[in-house]
């Protein structure tokens, strides 16, 4: 093949080799989506739908079982006054003798892994309730309640109607903390998110001990999808129509406090919504984000080319079937019908997709 030295300047030539490198690059990313089996672009489909919840399907969370990876389930809350945190299979069939029913409007739901209870490690199922302005705490898979009746949240302020959640475990000392959003109603634009320690009272019941206020609201809606990236230590909040924003989630280390950075501020087509990390074996971390009226997943990088002073960069976005979608979870495990990982998104028809995790990768739009 001719060699051709771009250093000279002639347009033409210059034009010739910059396309050359295009169809070099785009002819290597569909090869390599060709080989997972996808197209770029295309409306990826769920493989499966859950069964309805009874009124407003919100926010899911994934729980792997340690040893039977057939036996995992997907949790998901149903948003209302009579409200219930749904559990279902890896079928999308309704388990109802886990299912919690009578809740205030439940909103968010995270899983909590190894935390210490009755001197025990045991996984723990986290939900804010709204309306009643605490956390219900279940422990997994009975989903037997260990938090006394709840975690009163917000306490002594006027905006106390509690949205998101997400757990964070301190590698250093195993210490589990909680960190919650608020509605928009009342709400201060600094100090907008609260975290607090969870911690056994001896008798086999978490409390709530408040660690810290932090974090800064637009003023624009609401922050309600929170995230953790637990290796990395990171908080993700979508500040809704805003944008991304990135804390320590330790609270512990110094300016803890601090705003690390601001994201993703263009290109949604309006609310910035559920957010979950992905973290794969070999592979940079990876940031999806629901674009909710897109009816889309952007992906950001969070380490790797193109990732200064730890500013997550936009790789692409995913076209997916689930509608106006608040909120996702995934893992990156191998689970029965998805050998790739799964996403679990929640669908404005009261139910939830799972998604194959690669899939949706390899349909990408870079």
Request: net charge negative.
């Amino acid at each position: 093949m001719q060699t051709v030295w771009c250093g000279v300047i002639n347009c033409s030539v210059v034009r010739a080799c910059m396309l050359r490198v295009a169809v070099l690059f785009v002819g290597l990313f569909i090869a390599s989506t060709s080989a997972l089996g996808a197209t770029p672009g295309k409306v990826v489909q769920p493989r499966v739908v859950t069964e309805p919840v009874k009124h407003d399907s919100d926010d899911p969370a994934i729980w792997v079982h340690p040893t039977e990876p057939a036996q995992s389930l997907i949790l998901g809350t149903d948003k209302d006054t009579d409200g219930a945190l749904y559990v279902f299979d890896l079928q999308g069939r309704i388990l109802h003798d886990k299912v919690i029913r009578g809740l205030a409007r439940p909103n968010n739901v995270d899983i909590a892994r190894n935390v210490m209870v009755a001197g025990q490690q045991v996984d723990v199922a986290l939900v804010s309730e709204r309306f009643a302005h605490r956390i219900r705490a279940y422990r997994l898979p009975d989903f037997a309640p260990i938090d006394g009746g709840g975690i009163a949240v917000f306490v002594g302020e006027r905006a106390r109607d509690v949205m998101g959640i997400a757990a964070y475990r301190r590698p250093a000392d195993g210490a589990t903390f909680v960190i919650v959003s608020r509605s928009d109603q009342f709400a201060p634009q600094q100090g907008y998110l609260h975290q607090y320690r969870l911690v056994d009272d001896g008798r086999g019941t978490l409390r709530g001990v408040f660690s810290r206020a932090f974090g800064e609201f637009s003023g624009r809606k609401e922050i309600e999808a929170l995230s953790v990236d637990g290796e990395a230590g990171h908080l993700y909040a979508s500040d809704e129509t805003f944008g991304l924003r990135k804390y320590h989630a330790d609270p512990g280390v110094e300016d803890a406090d601090d705003e690390l950075s601001l994201f993703g501020t263009q290109g949604f087509a309006r609310d910035h919504e559920g957010s979950a990390v992905l973290r794969r074996e070999g592979e940079p971390a990876r940031l999806l984000v629901s674009d909710q009226q897109a009816g889309e997943l952007r992906v950001f990088a969070l380490e790797g080319p193109g990732v200064v002073n730890g500013q997550p960069r936009y790789l692409g976005r995913i076209r997916y079937a689930a509608r106006d979608t608040d909120g996702i979870d995934l893992t990156p495990v191998a689970l029965p019908g998805f050998p790739q990982g799964l996403l679990v998104a929640m669908s404005t028809d009261k139910t939830y997709h799972y998604y194959d995790l690669g899939e949706l990768l390899a349909a990408m739009i870079p």
